[in-house]
Each structure stands twice: as structure tokens, then as C-alpha cells.
Nanobody
């Protein structure tokens, strides 16, 4: 079981930027598929971005061109750079790590609020 800790959330105005970071424990980080999810109260959790252990990336259509997911295996971190933020991006953002079919770990979440 890997431990994940998110940071970087906060309040930002529409059009602004935030960078979220997720730090993972352990020695197997480079083998994980890492992802960012988000969930607003009363709504379903949704995948925002994913990056594989081979550095392949995919994004939800609503964030393409605005968000960038990256990973640094030397630091055991995965980041989500969020630009041109919109009020509808307001959510709790969760870091997720998967390895095969036997490991599925989640961070505690970090709140992103986009409001003027």
C-alpha cells in the first residue's frame, strides 16, 4: 500500500493557475500508473488526467489544452499544472496510484476553488 499526499490546492480567480502536487511513499513509484481525479459535492468522481509508467498521457476533454500532468520518478511525485481555470473546475482533487490489478491507492484530496 502506497501513501499519497496532495498539496497545492487553494483559491484562485477565473483565468488563473494552480499547480497541484502528489507525493508518494515507497520504492515502486516508477511502476505506477498515476492519475488525478476530481469530485464536487453531489457529483460523480471523474478522471481528469492520467500518466502511465511509460509517460503516456490522457486528459478529460474539458481540460485538454489547459491542464498538464507530469511525473518525476526521481522525486516520487506527480503534478497537475492547471491553467486558464474556470469556476466549473472547482472540486476536490484526488491523486490516484494503480499498479496492475492489486494496488489502488488514493490521497486525502485537496480543494481547488475557482471564484471571483
Amino acid at each position: 500500500q502506497v501513501q499519497l499526499v496532495e498539496s497545492g490546492g487553494g483559491l484562485v480567480q477565473p483565468g488563473g493557475s494552480l499547480r497541484l502536487s502528489c507525493a508518494a511513499s515507497g520504492t515502486m513509484f516508477s511502476s505506477y500508473v498515476m492519475a488525478w481525479y476530481r469530485q464536487a459535492p453531489g457529483k460523480q468522481r471523474e478522471l481528469v488526467a492520467i500518466i502511465t509508467n511509460g509517460y503516456q498521457t490522457n486528459y478529460q476533454d474539458s481540460v485538454k489544452g489547459r491542464f498538464t500532468i507530469s511525473r518525476d520518478n526521481a522525486k516520487n511525485t506527480v503534478d497537475l499544472q492547471m491553467n486558464s481555470l474556470k469556476p466549473e473546475d472547482t472540486d476536490v482533487y484526488y491523486c490516484n496510484a494503480k499498479r496492475g490489478t492489486y494496488m489502488d491507492a488514493w490521497g486525502q484530496g485537496t480543494l481547488v476553488t475557482v471564484s471571483s
